[in-house]
């Protein structure tokens, strides 16, 4: 495509969600701290599923302002915008800095089927679904990064 973006995009792993949220707390802390400034924040942590949501964590300009995209994501498979969420990963950053939050929705039904089970390997993810989120959450940095928030 040949898009260079005009925001750093940064790709973060954390650690910790299920004990106090440790590396989303020190991420903030260290963010605040810097006085980096945020333009939104995603999580992805419901799987590698077919995608069909996003959540939105915003004041009410920011959310309309998503949910006038959603004819441009839909067709990859985000079809609706629900208000609220985020993520608990990325919900310090709301707290601290007050970045708007984002949260990846795919279909859960088979989220149990693997998650935290023997089967909860890389083979288990079906890659076609994983391409697809993959495609929606860019699609969506690519919009705020090209028109802004």
Known sequence: MGYRPRHTIRFVLFANEENGVRGGDKYAELAKARNEKHVLAIESDAGGFTPRAFSVNSNDAVFEKVKSW????????????????????????????????????????????????STDTFESVNKRELELGAVNMAALIYLVDKYGL
């Open 70 to 117: 959603l004819q441009l994501i839909g067709p990859y498979g985000c079809n609706e915008l629900i208000r609220g969420g985020g993520g608990t990963d990325i919900a310090p950053l709301k707290e601290q800095l007050g970045i708007p939050l984002c949260g990846f929705l795919p279909d859960s039904q088979r989220y149990f089927d693997i998650h935290h089970a």
